[in-house]
């Protein structure tokens, strides 16, 4: 029956972790599901707020550009546009500037060669440059190997067009200008600039070594016009090699003048949605009507989802208009979803793990009980046959106590005790080795006070003051087995705080000893019962017994 029980509260206790363990992962599930549903629904400030990050790094980008090197080039460049092109008359023999230029500087020289227009122009850029960023400009290269670099740079490119000039005074000096920039803000840029000069033309296209002169671009593609026309930055998308870009034009203006334009362009494309994706914490994908320009997901589950958003499912989408305040970007959306199956199959599969798990605890746990609880009963079954042997007259039985367990231990040497007791025989003297019995011998007995001789007798005294006030009717009063193993356990500490070895002390010899000692104190006092109390003496533990008539 006792087998049955333990074996059936296992089985219970287990059935009870796995209930609850289900319980709380079905409602991890529940808050998982409206986690995923309210990131959704909510998600339009999150992916505004991606916009927006991306729009202050385009202007920020945008501006920087504009008022670098690039800016001086620009304006240097639209101030001698005429002498650069005239640059070709005058390379072989001098010959005088347009009858225009002449009429506007009528101090300046009839004539100019292209030394005397390097010069020039080379002194005028390094002026300029330090004026605006003054000496930590030059800080990589001093002033005068500056000049001396530029003043052939400038040669070169004057000696074929001025839109050469034009070209290598933007595209070549941009990625210096990203260069820094990209180390200011401690990581690169990789966003597109396109550069256009006050009529309109593109200039240099960093992602284009070969584009440049290309008229009407800034009217083409409307930013760089309004930014160039009215200031900036403006916004928009525009398209770039067939290409939707999410962009921002910034005008490059000095003394009031509009010089061009600079538009930091960023492709709408997988990449991008995959970044929206990381902060929205769930897949974007970006449609122009029903067609993906750009997505986190498979193109094909994409494609479904643009033309039916509506259609639940699996998947819990949200969608609205992809860019707020841009132009052309009417008919851009953004749809925002969650598979919920996928995002949830960690649920399932802990499910079964955990019902798992408890199948193979319980069948595993049962096992082993049965084995334990087997193993235990031999040796209460093996006592159990030794009762027999006595009952059916065999007096001389030795109950077996050579066991691991204590409690068997100490019940089979009772069970011996027991028997010579009730039979009236002597306990027997064990032969031990002397160094396993010392403390039997070191076991200090004092003479037993008669309990009839009243609390006011001077025995009586002395034994109160002995026992330090224990009630001797309670005392007679505790159960046998919580008595001796008070007095062993008492025993123990006394002698170890009186610094005196434990080792070889035991309980059921202890008991032994105890037993053997009351059964002559209870012939000598004549009375039922004697009991002990552990005190100290000289530094010596002893036992003082108590005669117990009642």
Known sequence: MFKTRVVGLFVLIVLALTIVGLTLLSSAQDSAEKLIERRVSMSRPAVIRAHRIRDADQ???????????????????????????????????????????????????????????????????????????????????????????????????????????????TYNTLPEVLWRLSRNRNHPIGSRIVITDSRGTGLADSERPKWSAVRDFAARAGLPKEATANGGPKKGMVMLDNRIFYATAVAITHGGKSLGAVMV?????????????????????????????????????????????????????????????RSGADDMKVYVSANMKEMLDGFASARTNLIALAVLLLLLGVGVLLVLLRSFYGKFEALEQGTHEVINGNLDYQFP??????????????????????????????????????????????????????????????????????????????????????????????????????????????????????????????????????????????????????
């Open 59 to 169: 202007v920020l980008v945008a501006k920087a550009v504009a008022e670098s090197e690039i800016g001086v080039a620009l304006e240097l460049l639209d101030e001698y546009r005429d002498e650069i092109q005239a640059i070709k008359r005058v390379k072989a023999t001098p010959e005088k500037i347009g009858n225009n230029r002449r009429k506007k500087a009528k101090k300046a020289p009839a004539v100019m060669d292209a030394a005397m227009l390097t010069d020039m122009w080379v002194s005028r850029y390094v002026k300029e440059l330090k004026s605006r960023f003054g000496s930590r400009f030059f800080k990589k290269v001093p002033p005068a190997q500056f000049a001396k670099r530029e003043r052939k740079r400038f040669a070169d490119c004057a000696a074929i067009d001025v839109t050469q000039c034009y070209w290598d005074y």
């Open 265 to 325: 362009a960023d492709p709408i494309d997988d990449e991008m949605a995959r970044e929206d994706s990381d902060i929205v914490r769930a897949e974007v994908t970006y449609a122009k009507g029903t067609e993906v320009i750009a997505t986190s997901l498979d193109k094909n589950v994409a494609s479904e989802l643009v033309k039916n958003p509506l259609d639940k499912g699996q998947r819990m989408t949200a969608y609205f208009q992809a860019f707020d305040n």
């Open 401 to 550: 106590f050579e066991f691991k367990e204590e409690i068997c231990r100490g019940l089979g040497q009772s069970l011996n005790l027991m028997s010579l007791v009730l039979q009236g025989r002597p306990l027997p003297e064990e032969v031990e080795e002397e160094a396993e019995t010392a403390w039997m011998n070191d076991l200090q007995v004092t003479d037993a006070v008669r309990r009839d001789e009243g609390p006011s007798s001077d025995q009586g005294e002395g034994l109160a003051a002995v026992i330090g006030g224990v009630d001797v009717k309670a005392l007679g009063e505790e159960p046998a087995d919580v008595y001796y193993k008070r007095v062993y356990q008492e025993f123990l500490a006394s002698r170890k705080d009186l610094g005196l070895p434990i080792d070889g002390i035991n309980y059921p010899k202890f008991m032994e000893r105890l037993v053997h000692l009351e059964q002559g104190l209870k012939k000598k006092h004549k009375c039922p019962m004697v009991r002990f109390v552990v005190s100290t003496k000289e530094n010596e533990v002893i036992l003082v017994p108590v005669p117990i008539h009642r």
